[in-house]
């Protein structure tokens, strides 16, 4: 990333919010008190916020500060790991069948619409019981629908690029096709990609947690944002601390990346006259 | 021997037959302007030369450039052609170049592609080339996006860039038509310029009498997808055979002389692609027009070095077959 680009205070900021809620994710479980699955029999079960836990504790007496630090761990992975696999999966596949459009198109943009027609508790559950339960297999699932949107998006616009001067100019100056896919073709859908990058993120988020809320998810002791949230939900009349802080970080986390990405584009969008 | 042949080229799409059997060549070195109104055919015509039409289109006829045979070429057959021995200069100077890439990135990729040369030898013959078509400070230039520079500047980076890999020929489609008139005239002028310094053949398509008088020596006029007139450039301006290219050139303004109240036009429209009248597709709006001119298109003859499609002066002649039409323009 270009350094002017941190300069600006709409990029910047986010792009903090988002490093310190990393960092605290990464670093927080060893400044926590205790681990993250212990059970602290002093404390009152379901304690408010003190100095010995900062977030107080959650209906078992473990430590919510370090939980929300080891919760906020798998769903950031979730979400990144499915939007590298949308990046990946979407943009090749998208530009590809908006370049080469006619039968590659037809084909290529049916196996999307089947998987989007495809159940997708179905198909987490077919995954459960072919595999049994293992964490890997949340990010497999998620990853697998989340490209989706993604190829939808970049082929359509890899379809009006084609009619652009300058992508026949590509063409007539005999430059092959992956040369103007790379090069000509890829570079002027960031603004999009960026866009939908940062949509997915979250999505991807709010997916982990509702499978988590279903059981289908990760599994006790461990945690996510989401089961967290789910814990903090039923309980939150008694102790609300334990809703608000997962939820107030899962808020801030999407908030963030809505704000980068709409930052993002606005500033990489290429001033076209 | 021609450099490009183009024979009976006719090309539809669907139903509709936008180019009607043109033919014209262009030898080594020469310069022909393609005129015509919108939707002549000026711009299909370049488009099938170039392998530019989409796939949809049905295309018949021979394109030859040299002894190779374009008209159905494979994409490899065509890469290999275009860019390094055909190269084409766009109308639109601000759509097309590729607003994300520096412009001496997006030059360079030509000759990185077609003569495998390194980057920065790429990126000399570049600044080079910038140079030749009057461009300041091309170093500069190459490090800077095309947003950073004006039309005019564009429209000569984009003949640069047609120019890096010493094309043989260069089409250019309107290439001055985005531009206000005095950055035209610089245009042409390092146009012209460049095609006598590298005997390069052109292709100019315009709607511009003007600036055809000026950059070709031979010219062809089209209309309602078909050639209708050509010859030298001097000849047909001043001796006009086809009651179409007649009426064109009525139409210009006087600038010396009682000035008239309105500038003359040529009274109804081009005829729909889709619907042709039979016989002459001028005969609608011919004002010497037969009744031949209804019942028979005439087709292209060649006398010396001018043709003419037109019954207007001919001997009464029922056209034969095709065979009569393949007179060069």
């Known amino acids: ?273 | 021997m021609s450099l490009l042949t183009v024979d009976a080229l006719r090309v539809r799409h669907r139903a509709v037959t936008v180019l009607d059997g043109v033919s014209f060549a262009i030898a080594a070195g020469e310069s022909l302007g393609l005129v015509g109104e919108s939707g002549s055919g000026k711009s299909q015509t370049a488009l099938a030369v170039l392998g530019l039409l989409p796939a949809t289109a049905t295309v018949e006829g021979s394109i030859r450039f040299r002894d190779e045979e374009l008209r159905g070429a494979g994409r490899a057959q065509l890469d290999r052609v275009r860019g390094s021995r055909i190269a084409m200069v766009f109308q639109d100077p601000m759509s097309s170049l590729n607003p994300y890439l520096r412009i001496g990135v997006q030059m360079a990729e030509v000759l990185q592609q077609h003569r495998g040369s390194s980057r920065a030898a790429a990126l000399h013959d570049a600044a080079r080339l910038l140079d030749a078509v009057r461009i300041s400070d091309p170093r500069r230039r190459l490090t800077q996006y095309p947003h950073e520079l004006s039309g005019g500047m564009r429209q000569r980076v984009l003949i640069a860039m047609a120019l890096l890999a010493q094309p043989e020929l260069l089409i250019a489609d309107e290439p001055t038509t985005a531009l206000d008139v005095t950055v035209q005239a610089e245009v042409l002028a390092v146009l012209d310029d460049l095609r006598r310094d590298l005997g390069l053949a052109l292709l100019l398509i315009t709607h511009d009498l003007g600036v055809v008088s000026g950059n070709c020596e031979r010219m062809a006029v089209m209309y309602a997808g078909r050639i209708v007139e050509a010859g030298n450039t001097a000849d047909v301006l001043t001796r006009p055979a086809h009651p179409y290219t007649a009426a064109l050139l009525a139409t210009r303004p006087v600038l010396e002389g009682p000035r008239p109240i309105r500038l003359p036009s040529i009274a109804g429209q081009p005829p729909d692609p889709a619907r042709r009248p039979q016989g002459c597709a001028f005969s609608p709006r011919c004002q010497q027009v037969m009744p031949i001119c209804q019942t028979h298109a005439p087709v292209l003859r060649q006398q010396r070095d001018r043709s003419c499609a037109c019954h207007v002066g001919d001997e009464p002649l029922l056209p034969t077959d095709g065979a009569a039409d393949r007179n060069f323009a």
């Open chain 1, 1 to 273: 990333m270009k350094p002017a680009l941190l300069r600006q205070p709409a990029i910047a900021v986010p792009a903090a919010i988002l490093l310190l809620i990393v960092l605290l994710a990464v670093f927080g479980p060893w400044l926590a008190p205790q681990p993250f699955d212990a059970i602290d029999f002093d404390a009152e079960w379901g304690a408010a916020p003190s100095a010995a836990h900062p977030f107080g504790t959650d209906d078992l007496g473990r430590d919510l500060f370090a939980r929300v630090c080891v919760g906020g761990r798998l769903s950031l992975a979730v979400g990144l790991v499915s939007t590298l696999v949308s990046l990946a999966i979407g943009i090749t596949w998208g530009a590809v069948a908006g370049w080469f459009g006619g039968r590659v198109d037809a084909v290529m943009m049916r196996v999307v619409d089947i998987l989007y027609a495809l159940p997708f508790m179905f198909f987490v559950i077919l995954l459960m019981v072919l595999f049994g339960r293992h964490e890997l297999l949340i990010f497999v699932a998620i990853g697998a629908v989340s490209w989706l949107d993604m190829a939808r998006i970049v082929r359509g616009q890899t379809l009006a690029l084609r009619r652009q001067p300058f992508i026949d100019a590509a063409v007539v100056s005999g430059l092959g096709n992956a040369a103007i896919l790379v090069r000509h073709v890829i570079p002027n859908l960031l603004g999009v990609v960026i866009v939908c990058a940062t949509l997915t993120v979250p999505q991807a988020i709010l997916v982990e947690s509702f499978l988590s809320f279903l059981g289908l998810g990760i599994q006790e002791p461990a945690t996510s944002w989401g089961a967290l949230v789910n814990d903090g939900a039923r309980a939150m009349e008694a102790t609300p601390w334990g809703l608000i802080f997962p939820a107030g970080f899962l808020v801030l986390t999407l908030l963030a990346f809505n704000w980068l990405g709409d930052a993002l584009r606005a500033a990489l969008d290429a001033p076209r006259r």
